[in-house]
């Protein structure tokens, strides 16, 4: 037994019991024990300690760390990036203390763009924050090089890096949320060859990732879907629901063309004499059709207006069908324009203007939205289908008569704020500065554009008391915004 | 030289301090700002009537704030320091209020006096009653002391786990009134054995013998030299006279700060910084004690550079420092740095320290060469000859050491013993950087 294991298991039991063994005493430490045991001044335990404390002192002094050669290192490749320059990286320092999520994904959507890499210092941070989350991935990838490649290997929550792997791999073998990633990107650039890989392996799928497959395709629609949706009968539940979703999204479909069936018996335009019989005027005119095909309310249209006031049961149905038939159907049935169309809703079926201006959203009808401009009525869902300047100005006509929907609105857009319309937005926003907090600015700080730096001054509640609070939030507001510049004149500045 | 943003946050206390001190850090909130060579100051508008007073003493990063946090820096100084980096050019009056001034020449008006109070005549028969007084209560401490140490040999460690609180807490006290904190400390130390690791007892071994030889060295204080009574003398807990010490000629260099650490001990916060003499090639450490939310005397970052005359406690292996003259911030003139070529020469500098002074506690030195590498679940540091030790499982960056190496070998500071060392901060690309 080495000498130090003898010391310890002998401590271990204490010097009451019998020693479990001897050591073996190295040849420089047995005359020095020997000498120990052989003083008659010292009791039992001195004599123990005085070794142990010898032999505590021959093992630190004696340490041979052990040696391998045949070990190999391997080492990370060289990168064949440059890396991204120093007021970048202090950045991307400030990014990471400030915990900024936009921020961080401007300043690697930079780093990327630029084809630059982050440096070594700062890699372990980045690959957390992707770990995290799902949308910085790609980016940091591109941006961590050789270095960040090799470095991922060794902690499992970066292994996002992983081999690469095919699209047929991922789609046989991936994660559900992989798969669904993989089909949304598919569906986008070639909505037939998606959807037949969703044919492929629908047997082997369960509900939910059914489910989750349907939704992926509600993108880029196509009437060539309509064969194999229509074939689904015997799906149930919330497949089924979403299914028929799809259904009376594609303009050709059954159902759509029995809700066309259902509206043309219903709504007509009829010459009627105004003013005494002097002149005629064309109305439109709806009425609810005595024999309606009950497979209309298996389709996901209710029945009973129930809560929803203002309505009947028959005008609610009107209600849900109009918003599933493509505007195009209108000018057909009443032989008009569809600026004529809207002008007849509104006179005639105000009550069914809303659900026409769904119908025109939910079917791109782009061309359509200038009709409802005049209207009192904020449309949210054209915001979908319209460009961002069209976004900001269609907004900005509701900013006074609606401002919690504006603001709502604006905060959800996904492009930066053009300068004018952020002052504006601005200045609704920090009216309520206990409502819209630095946290949301902080979330939203990728919207608002850097030149309103100088705008910060001129905004504030008016609101005496209020005042305190925004200059607080305003502090935070201007930092993020500094911060936001320091990112983009980082990778701008050469 | 100022100093890096990086830098200030490595002096926050917690979390929460660099968050707020980032959120002082805008001009908005301050309403006065100046700077000269000796300090940094500036009013913040808090939530009371009068603004708070902070100020930094830029010659030894020393902070004051009339504000009632309890944490050193607070915030206020931590933001008037970040945004003095962000925006210098907003720090442009030279002037100097009087609560500078005051706080200034207080702090000099300190430092003299701790000089001259080394000129007034000392009652040397008095001192010497208090000093034998002092060593009968010590040695009959040390004799209490090694009673325990016997028992607990006898009655075998393996029944140290089960031992509360008090059996530890107990000993330590009576330690303290034999006016030997060194030893109580230690005691502390025995009782805050992991004893849910594996290997507790062979760690406990170390620490209890080490104690061991603190208290048989005492009794034999005649047959050592000169320097090692003086090392047993100051483990025991007595002290040295710093003002003595200063009057000492010391080691004039360019310090680097190669990391630091703290740690409570009782109402105390004990500081450790650890530095390198880039011309001198010593190590030295500076330890400062001070109570929970008070000021601490000296700030010193890792990572930085200072010029300094430091000198040394009496010892056989001179390392406890202190800091006897500084000029302030400086950049390394060279980054070469001639560390320990690798493990095996290591451990022959770990032997003949040993052997001066066989209880030190462990040292941070440099080596050269040194590859991180994973066997099986464990990572080691491979030098170039093939030889390896254990990165300590304490190591909390050991991604950061990984990114910075990339699998190529480094020069490390490192601090620890045998097997098991702790990276404290790595030489890339020319730069010191601090793993913390």
Redesign the interface.
Known sequence: MKVWDYIVNSAMLGLEKPASGKPDLPEELTAVFDLINGSMELDRESKFLQQASVAYNYRKSGFQPLQKNDLKVFTAENENMPYAGASAIAALSKVIIEDNLPLLILWMQLCAVNNQLVVADLLPEVLDKAANHTSLRRMTIDCSGNRGKWLSQFNPEWDYFGPEQSEEEIWLTGKPEERVSLLKTIRLADADRAREMVMQTWPQENASQKLELLKALRQNKQSTDLFWLESLTSEKGKVKDEMQNLLRQIPNSSIVQKYEGFLSEAFFLKKEKALLGMVTKTVLHFKFPEEVDQTIYQSGIEKLAKGNSGFSDEEYTFYQIIQFVPPVFWEKQLAVSGEQVVEYFVKYAEKFVGSLALAVARFHQKHWIPYFLDHKTFYPDFLEIMIPTDQEKYLLKFIDSLPNEVLQYALQMSQEWSYAFAAKVLKKMSGEPYRFTLAIYGKKIGLIPVEVLDELENLGPEKLDLIPVWENTKDGLQNLLILKKEVLQAFTDK | MQHS??QI?ALAPDEAS?KAG??L??P??WITRGINEQALWGECQGSGSKPYQTQVDLSSIAFKCSCPSRKFPCKHGLGLMLLNVQRPDLFTDPTVPAWVSDWISKRSEKEEKKVTTSDKPIDETAQTKRHEARTQKVSAGIQELQIW??DI??????AMPEKEDNYWDNMGRRMIDAQAPGLAAMVKTLGETKFWEDGW??KF??N???L??VT?SYQNLELVSPELRQDILRTIGFTSSLEELKTQEGIKDTWLVLGKETNAVGALTKEQNWLFGLQSQKYALILQFYPKGQPVELSLIPGTYFNAELVFFPSAVPYRSLIKNQTGLTTALSNEFNGFAD??EL?MH??KV??LL?FHNDMPVVAQHL?P???QQEWWL??Q?????KISPAFKHL??L???S???PLTIAIIG???NYLPIGVW?ENTY?PLS
């Open positions: 943003e990086e946050y660099k980032k959120g850090a805008s908005s909130k140490i016997k040999i006898r009655n075998g460690i393996l007892q062979s071994m170390d209890l013998l080490r061991f030889m048989e493990w095996r451990a770990e032997t040993t052997g066989p590859s590498i994973k066997i491979k030098d000859k093939g030889y390896l030790c991604w950061k990984l990114a910075l990339g699998g190529d013993k045998e097997n890339h950087k």
